[in-house]
């Protein structure tokens, strides 16, 4: 994970103001470098100024690579906060991707501009992985930005109101006002070699122009990655453990994690006793405890794993409890839905793969505390800015510090354990899994309500909207404590192997019995973990984060509070 920033200007740049410094160190600890560039325009009477600022966490190659990346060929300018897992469908998992990238852009001067755009864009395109960028290439003077097609990676921007200045950030700076997400529905860019005419003289054209990830796609095509199989059934099939897309989906699901485990640098300065350096975001369910178990099979034998489970206090929730006679009153966070199934889902792990060293870090996190932190999490959180947003990037936030009571030999609660910070800078989310394979409950009703029909234009839809969601409100978050966020869900070959499977070969809502009591929703997932060894998580119900975790409208006395209300003030 790195922090990006810069700030196209015909007039003076101020420096980075030191709360925004701080902010992209946080995601970036290990370098901050800077670089600037002019461009002086045919008349000579005025200059474009560029200020580009970077911070680097270094998860890649074997040395740290000091951005802003500059060519000594061009001057053109490089900033990348991602990860390139492949280049024209090759793997480039053991090479520093930043710097790779910047020496294929940087090719030898082309015949015109367009030829040397489409160059640049051919590239881009080419990328599967999560990042965002900005580059300038000199050879044409043009700015190109933009986040991946799944929109993976954070990039806001902003305007300045006298239209003499444009910034890009990863973040936004403080206090957090006028800064928008930039969308991932394409790569854009910036011709500054033009000055834009106005009643008032010539202002900086900060007009972008859109350039498709596909330049021609057809109308099944979604997230600009493949198109969506709309094969509805001829007859009745049924899913089971013989079913080829189970394989299928071990094969692709396998094939992610790989990539996103393997070549892990250990993390400076640790002092755990065990070296750990992949964490999985942890509550127990199907999605991430599938991912945990096979994360087992690559990640070497003699490194531990961490699950990371997070437990709020939840006064409105810690009230009901004191009145359920069925649960102990003397710990709130053995209450939660999330810590239980995260202890059965640690013990189902422990027995599937003995000679792991697995750690259950049972993050625990008082009203007050979360409160604490909640001005902190709102700015980062900007733009977004609903009670729903606030409720998981409360769970997110904590569960990305990686702060709690560490349990390595017993599954259940202990008195008195030790409390650790976990040392992984790369986490593992679970999430895309639901859009992909029908886990959501509107999934079922929709079938309920139109059969495959339905269900097909309803999956075609949230795989197709993904981008447009909340992932770069989620790496605004985690990234914070200098930790990357990987979605092995959302591998662009996995994504293709899903979106080209018949609906049936997913989720199997038309035969809601069968013998061994696997949920329709997600089927081929279920079906994948009992086959794993994961019986009772193969079978455990969908509960949505901040459900689980007891986020969910933590501030408010009765419930009733809207999630799309906006944030109370802090």
């Avoid at 106005?198 to 109308?219: F, M, Q």
């Avoid at 930790?483 to 997913?506: M, N, Q, T």
């Avoid at 998580?537 to 689980?548: H, S, V, Y």
Wanted: aromatic residues 8%; neutral net charge.
């Amino acid at each position: 994970m790195c922090g990006i920033h810069a700030v196209i200007s015909t007039t003076v740049i101020p420096s980075v103001s030191p709360e925004l410094k701080s902010l992209l160190s946080n995601r970036g600890p290990d370098h901050l470098g800077q670089a600037y560039r002019e461009i002086a325009f045919e008349d000579a009477h005025s200059v474009i100024r560029i200020n580009f600022t970077s911070t680097v966490l270094a998860l890649r190659g074997d040395h740290i690579a000091r951005q802003p990346l500059e060519s000594s060929n061009s001057g053109s300018v490089l900033c990348w906060n991602g990860e390139a897992w492949r280049i024209d469908g090759q793997s480039i998992s053991s090479k520093n991707d930043g710097e790779l990238i910047l020496a294929r852009l940087d090719a030898p001067d082309a015949s015109s501009a367009e030829t040397r755009e489409s160059h640049i864009l051919d590239l881009l395109r080419s990328i599967d992985g999560p990042f965002a960028f900005l580059f300038y290439d000199a050879q044409i003077k043009r700015l190109y930005f933009g986040r991946d097609r799944l929109g993976r990676r954070s990039l806001l921007l902003h305007q300045s109101e006298d239209g003499n200045s444009i910034s890009f950030s990863s973040i936004a700076d403080v206090p957090a006002t006028g800064w928008k997400e930039v969308e991932a529905n394409g790569i854009y860019s910036l011709n500054l070699d033009m000055r834009l005419a106005t009643p008032h003289g010539s202002k900086l054209d900060t007009r972008a122009t859109r350039h498709d990830w596909v330049p021609s796609g057809g109308d099944h095509m979604v997230s600009s990655i493949g198109d969506f199989n709309m094969t509805l059934p001829s007859s009745d099939h049924k899913l089971d453990y013989n079913s080829p897309s189970v394989e299928m989906l071990r094969h692709w699901l396998s094939e992610s994690i790989k990539l996103r485990v393997l070549d892990i640098p250990e993390p400076p300065n640790s002092i755990s006793d065990t070296d750990i350096r992949v964490a999985i975001l942890f509550s127990g369910g199907l999605d991430c405890t599938v991912i945990a178990r096979l994360a087992h099979d690559f990640v070497p034998t003699n490194q531990g794993i961490d699950l990371i489970n997070v437990a709020f206090e939840n006064p409105r929730q810690a009230r009901n409890d004191k009145i359920s006679p069925h649960v102990d009153a003397a710990d709130v966070y053995e209450a939660c839905p999330d810590r239980m199934t995260g202890r059965k889902a640690f013990a189902e792990l422990k027995s599937a793969c003995p000679g792991r060293y697995w750690r259950f870090i049972a993050v625990n996190v008082p009203f007050e505390e979360a409160m604490s932190h909640k001005p902190r999490i709102v700015s980062l959180l900007h733009p977004h800015n609903t009670e729903m947003d606030l409720s998981i990037a409360l769970a997110l936030y904590f569960a990305a510090r990686g702060i709690g009571n560490s349990h390595i030999h017993k599954c259940e609660w202990e008195p008195a354990p030790a409390t650790v910070t976990s040392p992984a800078r790369v986490l593992l989310s679970g999430l895309g899994a639901d859009e992909l394979f029908g886990g959501y409950a509107r999934h079922e009703q929709a079938f309920k309500n139109g059969g495959y029909p339905r269900l097909v234009d309803e999956l075609k839809l949230d795989i197709s909207r993904i981008g447009q969601r909340n992932l770069g409100r989620d790496d605004r978050i985690m990234a914070h404590w200098g930790k990357e966020v990987r979605f092995p869900y959302l591998d662009e070959e996995l994504v293709r192997f899903a979106i080209s499977s018949s609906v049936w070969e997913k989720c199997d809502f038309q035969n809601q019995f069968h013998p061994a009591v696997i949920d329709p929703a997600k089927r081929v997932l279920r079906l994948l973990a009992d086959k794993l060894g994961l019986p009772v998580i193969a079978r455990e119900k969908k509960r949505a984060i901040q459900f689980g975790s007891r986020t969910a409208k933590i501030e408010s006395p009765t419930g009733r509070r809207r999630g799309t209300a906006t944030i109370t003030s802090t």
